[in-house]
């Protein structure tokens, strides 16, 4: 079983500069040879909302994202991701193995029709961060998760974190292209009410391979709670397939019957980086010293602006352009634009 996970983990952690679909692919081929699955879901989060933005999935579940959404935040229910946050391990399994069976809406009304049996969940926090989560499915065909198969995709969780963090800064091809913003209204129920031609084309952006167009709009639907509930930071930074970086952000509505407008469009390098920051693990200082840098100051005008030596401030930069993988300002600063 060691060989097994430490194999798995060094698989995963050659993923991270592989773009959107080969990415998903080579983890969960390295999952699957430590704990075999039928169908899955990965997903990230922005790590200053916590609110979803990236997402890849195959043999997933075809079930409406807005009846997940209530299974997720209104329904009482088995390993919800915000309890598995809290659950040392940050994992949990929910299963038909026992009688009684357990009493839960996800089980009985989600993943029975669909034909699983059985659902493992493993939430990834690192240094007391949530970064995002994993769900794997199991069919009538296998035998349903177990506690050890919990203890090895918590062994796993290290190196999960360390390649959906890197993967979210990966260096990439896409070029930023100028494009009008999209609005989403959504009303009081969830139900889209409109989804402007902008939008759309946006959100076809984030698409993969196995993903339907309703489970691209689960990044929607959380940023629209978000603004429901009257959080003043109900936005998240989302990269597309191709590397460019989009903001969602939501805000309440006085025109009836919507309730919320979401609008998506391309994000400034200020709006990137205290995510960038997060997922490149910069420090206080040194996410100072590059928001500076983006406002295209220079060291010495840094080192004043601070009241630091410009001697210091290059040390947090060559900091900086380590734990980033650039080996200057120009690169660093398309890695957030």
Request: glycine share 8%; with cysteine.
């Amino acid at each position: 079983m060691g060989a097994t996970v430490r194999a798995a983990r060094q698989l995963i952690a050659d993923t991270a500069t592989l773009p959107g679909t080969p990415f998903a692919e080579e983890v969960m081929r390295a999952v699957n040879g430590a704990v075999g699955f039928d169908g899955y879901y990965l997903f990230a989060v922005d790590p200053i909302t916590q609110l979803r933005c990236t997402m890849y999935a195959e043999n997933g579940l075809q079930v409406a994202t807005r009846r997940l959404i209530l299974n997720e935040t209104v329904e009482q229910d088995f390993n919800r991701y915000t309890e598995l946050i809290r659950r040392p391990g940050h994992v949990g399994v929910l299963a038909f193995r026992a009688a009684p069976e357990p009493r839960s809406p996800r089980l009985h009304e989600i993943l029975r029709p669909q034909g699983f049996r059985s659902e493992l969940r493993l939430v990834l926090v690192d240094g007391g961060r949530y970064w995002g989560a994993l769900s794997l499915f199991r069919d009538e065909r296998r035998h349903p998760f177990t506690d050890v198969d919990a203890e090895v995709a918590a062994d796993l969780a290290g190196s999960l974190c360390t390649a959906v963090r890197r993967h979210q800064v990966r260096r990439t091809s896409g070029e930023p292209v100028p494009a009008a913003a999209g609005v989403v209204l959504v009303g009081r129920d969830g139900e889209f009410l409109s989804v402007s031609p902008e939008a759309k084309t946006w959100l076809g952006y984030l698409r993969s391979d196995g993903l339907n167009f309703d489970d691209v709009t689960r990044v929607v639907h959380e940023v629209a709670q978000a603004a429901r509930a009257g959080r003043p930071d109900a936005l998240c930074r989302v990269r597309t397939q191709d590397g460019r970086w989009l903001v969602l952000s939501g805000s309440r509505s006085a025109v009836a019957p919507v309730e919320v407008a979401v609008v998506i469009q391309p994000a400034n390098v200020q709006q990137v980086l205290p995510a960038f920051a997060a997922w490149s693990g910069l420090s206080h200082r040194e996410s100072e010293v590059l928001g500076l840098v983006a406002d295209g100051l220079a060291a010495k005008q840094i080192a004043r602006r601070l009241d630091l030596s410009v001697l210091t401030v290059n040390d947090h930069l060559r900091s900086t352009y380590r734990k980033t993988g650039v080996t200057g300002r120009d690169e660093l600063l398309a890695l957030t634009s």
